[in-house]
């Protein structure tokens, strides 16, 4: 099981951040061949990308890249820096239909066969950015078994709305329809970035309200966010105290060849045991959670 | 590869570099300023000289400003500037490694 | 990471950002100068904070707010402005700022090439501009006691530029006759050349050279261009006069400066007593005093001749009184070219 609470974006024209950013020590780094490229930098980025991607700075951390869209010129070319440079999942951006998550997966095939990487290994996440995206959100979810993830991206998807960031409220249909898609697919789900990078407070508070939806983790791109957002992730001494409880009475179970999981009496069922699993994986992170 | 233009890459940003290439017919002529070129100089020079021996580029002027950048920062400014220079868009990955 | 956007302002089309630029250079006690072809500005959000100009292959009007100063915001803005010129065509950019302001550019990729003590360095982003340049006039060093130099524009070459060259290369062991580069005189730099090759035919001891960014050019002596406006007297001639004496003369091991003298023109007339202090005196920080050697212009009935009373013959369409003025080679081209071209420009 991979953590997936902080996915920081990098842009991948800026060699000091590229060179940098794995210091922050978030659960995914992305680096980002779109939004945050100039179109005059767009094929320095891809090279700055590819090689960053090989450098050992980044091992523990998830390397994810995103491309631009297929049917733009750079999108193609993104793909075998990110495939071939070595990149671990290929966020697809503005991802509207399920096709448009098949066709990059026959893309992506085609290129590992190419450079010789095993079929497969190349993981794929979607990031939903339209009134569309989130209406097929289920289909997406479940396009292409590469797919590990989902991400809700807030700013074109209110644009699309007609509407703008406010208190959630925008976003409240959109993130409950995305994290359902993403459960009902057995994946994971990212929420969007929050861009005020001076409100500390409204952000613990979007996050705590996330959380509590379910999702993994945000997209974020200021580091100085990851630690305030690992930290809401990471469990209570309480907490703790249950899911190893829990983890060892699911160990003595399967010890003894019970099919049964029981604890002080009661039964325990499954997810009740990969959800404690995930609170010591948070726990072992980044320790207990600090007031 | 043959370089058809003047072209820059890179930024005078910290941990950057920026390179200028110029076309010409004499033998490559690389000149590196760095605040670290007692140190690194030599290993930059390596580098940069293995990127163009790899993309075949045998004649042209670089001037190079390092800033303090990784390896694979150089490699990849090096690579972008020659491809601007030849006006190549089609990149031969297995070049480029 | 600051939330900062760069990008790029024509100046003389955008109203409402000029007079934004025009604030943030205010604020940083500098003046707008007229003539600045684009500006690459930062924004922090809704905040003009730092901009960057561009004329020609020259930056002016540069002006970061005190809060952002040693930032990489300067590095940023720096590496836009060249990205920008090149676009544009230009690629070594020039620089002025006041000595204590050098380390800023130091720190931005640029090199000295001069410094007019305590008022203005010139500075260009390369470190083998000049070195390179050097380089190449070395190649047509000659040794000798006395070694001359001539620089003319020659807009067009008359027999005053003659008899000035022929005197001049009386006078040395050896003679290096630059041709200004920049083109902007009703004669295309091209021909100018190619009538100064025409024209020195016959005298032995003469290298005849191109003319480079490096001297007499919009960067070493923008305001020369300008000179019909009259502001030559802000103009640094000392700063093109300097990089003659402390990188072009000793690279060609030039003792000697020949000029013609400038009844006419006041704005020659004051490059040619500059010339005395910043070549002759002693100047802190540069090298060997070059001699000045001011020849008496050459005369045709009793008034000497200037390229500019050719160009005024020429617009009068008086091709009879130009004859007497300039060699034959000057007279053929004026005659198949530069009598329609005129013509045409009404």
Redesign the interface.
């Known amino acids: 099981m991979r953590l997936r609470r902080s996915m920081l974006f990098v842009?991948g024209s800026?060699?000091?951040?590229?060179?940098?950013a794995f210091v922050f020590k978030p659960d995914s780094v992305m680096f980002d061949l779109e939004d945050a490229v100039s179109l005059?930098e767009k094929?320095?980025a891809r090279?700055?990308v590819?090689?960053?991607l090989?450098?050992p700075l980044y091992d523990g951390i998830e390397r994810v890249v995103r491309i631009n869209p297929l049917d733009t010129p750079f999108g193609h070319?993104d793909l075998?820096?990110a495939i071939?440079g070595g990149a671990d999942t290929i966020r697809l951006p503005k991802t509207d239909t399920p096709e448009q998550v098949r066709e990059l997966e026959a893309a992506v095939e085609r290129i590992e066969r190419d450079?010789g990487r095993e079929v497969g290994s190349t993981h794929l996440m979607a990031a939903i950015e339209s009134a569309s995206g989130v209406v097929n959100a289920l289909a997406i979810a479940q396009a292409s078994p590469r797919i590990t993830g989902i991400a809700l991206a807030g700013f074109d998807y209110v644009m699309d709305m007609q509407t703008q960031r406010g208190d959630g409220t925008e976003l409240f249909y959109a993130r409950c329809a995305v994290l359902h898609a993403a459960r009902a697919a057995k994946i994971d789900c990212y929420d969007v970035v929050f861009s005020d990078?001076d409100d500390e407070e409204g952000f613990l508070k979007e996050v705590d309200l996330i959380k509590r939806l379910g999702f993994n983790g945000k997209s974020l791109?200021?580091?100085r966010q990851i630690e305030l957002l690992h930290n809401a992730y990471a469990p209570t001494q309480e907490e703790m105290d249950y899911a190893r409880r829990v983890v060892a009475a699911a160990e003595k179970a399967e010890k003894q060849g019970l099919g049964v999981i029981a604890m002080g009496g009661k039964m325990i069922d499954g997810p009740v045991v990969d959800n404690a699993r995930r609170v010591l994986d948070r726990a072992a992170a980044s320790g207990l959670r600090k007031e | 590869m043959l370089l058809k233009q003047e072209a820059l890459a890179g930024t005078l940003e910290s941990s950057d570099l920026f390179i200028r290439i110029t076309p010409s017919d004499d033998p490559l002529e690389i000149v590196i300023e760095s605040e670290v070129l007692h140190q690194f100089g030599k290993q930059i020079r390596a580098t940069v000289e293995e990127v163009l021996d790899h993309l075949g580029v045998t004649t042209g002027t670089l001037i190079i400003q390092d800033k303090g950048a990784l390896d694979c920062t150089i490699r990849a400014r090096v690579q972008a500037a020659v491809m601007r220079a030849a006006g190549e868009t089609t990149l031969d990955w297995e070049a480029l490694k | 990471m600051e939330d900062l956007d760069f990008y790029t302002v024509e100046p003389d089309h955008e109203d409402a950002e000029r007079r934004e630029i025009k604030k943030l250079l205010g604020a940083c006690d500098l003046l707008y100068e007229q003539g600045i072809e684009t500006f690459v500005v930062c924004r922090d959000r809704d905040r003009l904070v730092a901009c960057a100009g561009l004329q020609q292959n020259v930056i002016k009007g540069v002006a970061i707010l005190p809060e952002y100063r040693g930032t990489a915001l300067s590095l940023t803005l720096v590496s836009e402005i060249t990205y920008l010129a090149h676009s544009h065509g230009y690629a070594t950019l020039f620089v002025y700022t006041e000595p204590k302001n050098a380390e800023f550019f130091r720190g931005c990729g640029f090199y000295d090439l001069v410094e007019m003590p305590d008022t203005v360095v010139l500075m260009e982003n390369t470190p083998i501009g000049i070195k390179s340049y050097c380089k190449q006039l070395q190649k047509h060093r000659v040794e000798g006691e006395k070694i001359g130099c001539v620089v003319a524009n020659a807009n067009p070459f008359t027999y005053g530029h003659r008899y000035l060259v022929e005197q001049a290369a009386k006078a040395c062991d050896w003679l290096h006759l630059f041709m200004v580069r920049e083109d902007v005189s009703l004669f295309s730099y091209q021909d100018r050349y190619y009538l100064a090759e025409e024209n020195i035919l016959g005298i032995p001891n003469l290298t005849l050279h191109p003319g480079s960014q490096y001297m007499v050019s919009r960067a070493t002596f923008s305001c020369y261009f300008l000179k019909d406006q009259g502001i030559v007297g802000k103009c640094h001639t000392a700063v093109d006069l300097l990089m003659f004496r402390n990188h072009i003369a000793p690279a060609l091991g030039i003792t000697h400066r020949f000029v013609g003298t400038e009844p006419f023109c006041p704005t020659t007339n004051k490059y040619n007593s500059d010339m005395m202090v910043w070549l002759q005196d002693e100047v802190r920080g540069s090298g060997p005093a070059i001699k000045v050697v001011e020849i008496p212009r050459t005369e045709f009935n009793g008034t000497a001749i200037s390229a500019s009373e050719v160009r005024r013959h020429l617009y009068e369409g008086d091709l009879d009184s130009i004859r007497n003025l300039v060699p034959p080679a000057t007279f053929e081209l004026l005659k198949t070219k530069y009598v329609a071209l005129v013509a045409q420009q009404g």
């Open positions: 842009p800026s060699a000091a951040s590229l060179s940098t005059r094929d320095a090279l700055l590819f090689h960053a090989q450098q070319d075998q820096a071939r450079c990078l791109i200021n580091p």
